[in-house]
């Protein structure tokens, strides 16, 4: 039995937008890897809905600072320890699941500086992957990081693609992101105590 724990709920709105965005052109992508629960559900939706579909996922572990709720910094127990036993455990899922995974051991703000280009992929031939068709934000837990998250990804999404926010209830203000999607043309799917699911038109 592989472990992949969560520790948080309403996972299947991950699954949702997986579901919306199927024949949406693009990867899937999460920031925030942590004991690997979240992608064990994104890939179990893809292998039913969008099989052959890449999905990331980025985060630095390293014990480093994280702006775990709004204004508060702290360590938690986000180690290389805890990446080296997730990725071992979420490398033996994928293989099983047959779906193309790729980790990034970066901060967010990293990737989108490496990566602004695309992800290069590997399968026969070598191909740039581009677009998103949907993307979990579970990183930084503030509004300005996440809006650095959203100005990345919004120019790399097609109508139809799906965004999914964790801890929108206690974390930080999540109706100041929400009234920015609405803005621009995102639509509330759903939203519970945990996430919230929005899709672009």
């Known amino acids: 039995m592989i472990d992949l724990p969560t520790d948080s709920g309403e996972y299947y709105l991950l699954a949702k937008g997986i ?17 690997g629960g979240g992608t064990k559900h994104i890939i179990e939706a893809l292998v039913k809905h969008s099989p052959g579909k890449l ?15 709004e204004g508060e910094v702290v360590r938690l ?11 071992s455990n979420l490398y033996q899922f994928t293989r099983q699941q047959r779906v193309n995974f790729q980790f990034f051991n970066l901060e967010d703000t990293e990737f989108f ?13 070598k191909r740039i992957e581009t677009k998103y068709s949907m993307v979990f934000f579970d990183g930084p837990h503030a509004v300005a990081p996440l809006m ?28 100041k992101i929400e009234e920015w ?11 519970g105590y945990h996430k919230a699911l929005y899709q672009w038109h």
């Open 148 to 175: 650095e998250e959203i100005e990345f990804f919004m120019t790399r999404i097609n109508p139809g693609a799906c965004w999914v926010f964790d801890d929108v209830t206690n974390y930080y203000d999540h109706d």
């Open 77 to 87: 127990d986000y180690t290389n320890e805890m990446r080296d036993e997730c990725l």
């Open 19 to 35: 579901e919306l965005s199927k024949a949406v052109e693009g990867m899937t992508c999460e920031i925030g890897l942590r004991r």
């Open 55 to 69: 999905h990331i996922a980025i985060d630095p572990y390293g014990h480093i600072g994280y702006e775990h709720k």
């Open 113 to 125: 500086k490496r990566y602004s280009d695309g992800v290069p992929v590997y399968e026969l031939e």
């Open 181 to 191: 999607l609405f803005k621009n043309n995102f639509k509330l799917i759903e939203k």
